[in-house]
């Protein structure tokens, strides 16, 4: 069974959450374009449903250093508007299972618009292209835009299946496992981080019913901890059924 049935499985089941009150042992349900909890202001965070309902810390339209996240964007280009070839497909794979910045640079040098024409497609505003893809900019409300807009509208995207089988350890060797991965019902991760200081770190993720990103002037475990301590409560009561944590087949 793949991630998209069991996205559909429990969407379905708990498809009238938001009329629904609140379990008394639960967290409550924030008011949209708010973030529960207290969070620093280190990260910016935000999180969507497919439903429209979407929360984020107050700085969560701050456009702060793109890192990796921006091989999402390079890669929804070159699948959707390259030229269809299997080069483009091996570099794009490696871009998000891998975070291969050797790869991003062949795309970002074959379509150097890339950036900025899936901002523009999307409705990203807060996203901005450079030179350097490296350099790019976006926030943590685009992030999460974006990938409920895969969800919703381009579900069988490879993006998707890669992000679900995103490799343990990166291209250059760092291990990817923190922030958004570590909320329940997460289903797939792609992660970003900064080769020279001062240190930040990127995750998004997606999962049934909703998607989530994060970006933290700081270490993987203090995304983590401010993650964490702000949503999971939030996704458990979003998905509303018991979650089981599975993959591709």
Do not use: C
């Amino acid at each position: 069974m793949g991630y998209r049935t069991v996205a559909m499985a429990i969407l379905i089941a708990s498809a009238s959450f938001g009329a629904a009150p609140v379990p008394a042992s639960a967290q409550p349900i924030p008011e949209p374009g708010t973030a529960p909890g207290s969070v620093p202001p280190r990260s910016a965070i935000s999180l969507r449903t497919p439903m429209g309902m979407e929360w984020g810390t107050a700085n969560e339209h701050e456009s702060r250093s793109a890192l990796s996240m921006a091989k999402l964007y390079l890669a929804d280009y070159a699948l959707r508007h390259g030229d269809g070839s299997a080069e483009d497909r091996a570099y794009t794979e490696r871009m998000i299972r891998f975070s291969d910045d050797s790869a991003a640079d062949a795309i970002a040098t074959k379509y150097p618009q890339a950036i900025g024409a899936t901002a523009a497609e999307y409705g990203l505003q807060d996203t901005q292209q450079t030179a350097d893809w490296g350099t790019s900019t976006t926030s943590t409300a685009d992030i999460a835009d974006f990938l409920r807009a895969k969800q919703t509208a381009d579900p069988d995207s490879p993006i998707l299946d890669w992000m679900a089988t995103a490799s343990p350890v990166a291209a250059d060797g760092t291990v990817q496992d923190w922030g958004t991965s570590e909320l329940p019902g997460v289903q797939g991760s792609k992660w970003g981080w900064s080769d020279l200081p001062p240190q930040e770190v990127a995750s998004a993720s997606f999962g049934p019913g909703f998607s989530v990103a994060a970006q933290t002037r700081g270490t993987p475990a203090e995304q983590t901890t401010d993650v964490v301590g702000a949503l999971e409560g939030i996704v458990t009561d979003i998905l509303g059924v018991p979650v089981v944590q599975v993959g591709l087949p």
